[in-house]
């Protein structure tokens, strides 16, 4: 099992910036793809970012692309550094991993198996 764990969330006034850690421990032994959903009450839960199990590739949708950043020190700790934030922005932004060893990262939330239990974002106008 894999434990992930955010941290990094909070209130931020429009065009502000907040960056979001995730933090996986347990069986860390293996490596893993990244990723990072949101999730605004009554909406369902939303890609924003993923990266691959070394860092070498990523990808942000749309929505936040120019404004969102995924990186990663290391196999076991990603951040998603967010700019420019937006009141559309506020969610529960949720870090999930899933082994892999290829370039691949993943941008469905089906395509994961572990999950953390989220942190706050607020965003006011």
């Known amino acids: 099992q894999v434990q992930l764990v955010e941290s990094g969330g909070g209130l931020v006034q429009a065009g502000g910036s907040l960056s979001l850690s995730c933090a996986a421990s347990?069986?860390?032994?293996?490596?893993?793809?990244m990723g990072w959903f949101r999730q605004a009450p009554g909406k369902e839960r939303e890609f924003v970012a993923a990266?691959?199990?070394?860092?070498?590739?990523e990808y942000v949708s749309d929505s936040v692309k120019g404004r969102f950043t995924i990186s990663r020190a290391n196999a076991n700790t990603v951040y998603l550094q967010m700019n420019s934030l937006k009141p559309e922005d506020t969610a529960v932004y949720l870090c999930?991993?899933?082994?892999?060893?290829?370039?691949?990262?993943?941008?469905?939330?089906?395509?994961?198996?572990?999950w953390g239990q989220g942190t706050q974002v607020t965003v006011s106008s």
């Open positions: 990266i691959n199990w070394n860092g070498g590739r």
């Open positions: 999930a991993a899933q082994p892999a060893t290829s370039h691949d990262y993943y941008t469905r939330s089906r395509d994961y198996t572990y």
């Open positions: 347990g069986r860390t032994a293996s490596t893993y793809a």
